[in-house]
């Protein structure tokens, strides 16, 4: 088969190339702020408390050293603050590869979410049930087994319907077929692959209803890109997209506690900042 051909079949099948999104948030919008590893309550009172001193509206954050890493106290605190301030809590799911006493995840983070083996897996749905009987309705997932599994669970009735299924950075995806995939296993917003052009975010979006995750600036592990001019058209061409703020040269602080507190909080605070300057942008660029 030529590469036209190529083309030709993949456009046959919903997957050509994409313009202009005209989708949008429920309540119309075209973006939302993200704030991630918004690691317990004190580094997410942190960043409400800037981003109101900045007039930044954060309207997700989300959390990476996963549900095991925090008190029922701390989670419900979380939720409370959430529902206080029109934040959507997002925390991550389960022990994961990187952690693991395998040796892949530690020469390749792709591999770095993955659940090893079923009791992994069952980890995972224990950490799932618990966040959801705390009130926590925003899972973030970072294998493709334990997102077919919720995604089953909640058409089953077990879970919430309105339970929010984010995918994460550390589950590759590179491009629209990818994409679909992981919506019709039941994810509600896919964090894509930290590298790609603006075109390929639009065959994207040509492809899914839900909403997309971009990394406006990149955590320097996860290949450290700074966008920060590429984010109109990303908007343009991606919306309804949630504008995620990483920060570069900044420390992998996975999982964190009180040992890490002052750290956590000043990270926070500065990715708030960093979306004001995004956002400062948008307004400029219309």
Same mark, same amino acid.
């Given at each position: 088969?030529? !590469?036209?051909?190529?083309?030709? !079949?993949?456009?046959?099948?919903?997957?050509?190339?994409?313009?202009?999104?005209?989708?949008?948030?429920?309540?119309?919008?075209? %973006?939302?702020?993200?704030?991630?590893?918004?690691?317990?309550?004190?580094?997410?009172?942190?960043?409400?408390?800037?981003?109101?001193?900045? @007039?930044?509206?954060?309207?997700?954050?989300?959390?990476?050293? /996963?549900?095991?890493?925090? #008190?029922?106290?701390?989670?419900?605190?979380?939720?409370?603050?959430?529902?206080?301030?029109?934040?959507?809590?997002?925390?991550?799911?389960?022990?994961?590869?990187?952690?693991?006493? /395998?040796?892949?995840?530690?020469?390749?983070?792709?591999?770095? /979410?993955?659940?090893?083996?079923? &009791?992994?897996?069952?980890?995972?749905?224990?950490?799932? %049930?618990?966040?959801?009987?705390?009130?926590?309705?925003?899972?973030?997932?970072?294998?493709?087994?334990?997102?077919?599994?919720? =995604?089953?669970?909640?058409?089953? =009735?077990?879970?919430?319907?309105?339970?929010?299924?984010?995918?994460?950075?550390?589950?590759?995806?590179?491009?629209?077929?990818?994409?679909?995939?992981?919506?019709?296993?039941?994810?509600?917003? !896919?964090?894509?692959? #930290?590298?790609?052009?603006?075109?390929? !975010?639009?065959?994207?979006?040509?492809?899914?209803?839900?909403?997309?995750?971009?990394?406006?600036?990149?955590? @320097?592990?996860? =290949?450290?890109?700074?966008?920060?001019?590429?984010?109109? @058209?990303?908007?343009?061409?991606?919306?309804?997209?949630?504008?995620?703020?990483?920060?570069?040269?900044?420390?992998?602080?996975?999982?964190?506690?009180?040992?890490?507190?002052?750290?956590?909080?000043?990270?926070?605070? &500065?990715?708030?900042?960093?979306?004001?300057?995004?956002?400062?942008?948008?307004?400029?660029?219309?």
């Amino acid at each position: 088969m030529k !590469l036209q051909e190529a083309r030709a !079949l993949l456009a046959e099948r919903g997957f050509g190339a994409a313009g202009d999104s005209d989708k949008r948030f429920a309540d119309g919008t075209a %973006y939302k702020v993200e704030i991630p590893s918004c690691e317990g309550p004190a580094v997410m009172r942190a960043v409400l408390e800037e981003a109101a001193a900045r @007039d930044v509206t954060v309207d997700r954050i989300s959390q990476g050293s /996963g549900v095991m890493m925090l #008190t029922d106290g701390e989670i419900r605190e979380m939720v409370k603050l959430g529902e206080s301030s029109d934040v959507e809590v997002c925390l991550f799911l389960g022990p994961r590869g990187s952690w693991d006493i /395998g040796g892949q995840a530690k020469v390749s983070a792709a591999v770095g /979410g993955v659940a090893r083996g079923n &009791e992994m897996v069952a980890a995972s749905l224990c950490d799932a %049930y618990r966040a959801v009987d705390l009130g926590v309705r925003s899972l973030l997932v970072g294998d493709l087994g334990v997102l077919e599994l919720l =995604g089953s669970l909640k058409q089953e =009735g077990s879970l919430p319907e309105d339970l929010v299924l984010k995918t994460s950075v550390l589950m590759p995806l590179p491009n629209a077929p990818t994409a679909a995939l992981y919506e019709r296993l039941g994810a509600t917003s !896919l964090n894509v692959s #930290t590298d790609l052009p603006v075109p390929v !975010l639009a065959e994207i979006r040509s492809v899914t209803s839900v909403p997309i995750d971009v990394y406006i600036e990149v955590p @320097d592990d996860q =290949g450290g890109h700074v966008r920060f001019y590429d984010v109109p @058209d990303v908007v343009r061409v991606a919306a309804p997209v949630y504008l995620k703020m990483g920060l570069r040269n900044a420390p992998n602080i996975y999982p964190v506690g009180l040992h890490l507190a002052g750290t956590a909080e000043a990270l926070g605070r &500065e990715r708030v900042r960093r979306a004001e300057l995004i956002l400062r942008l948008l307004a400029e660029q219309g």
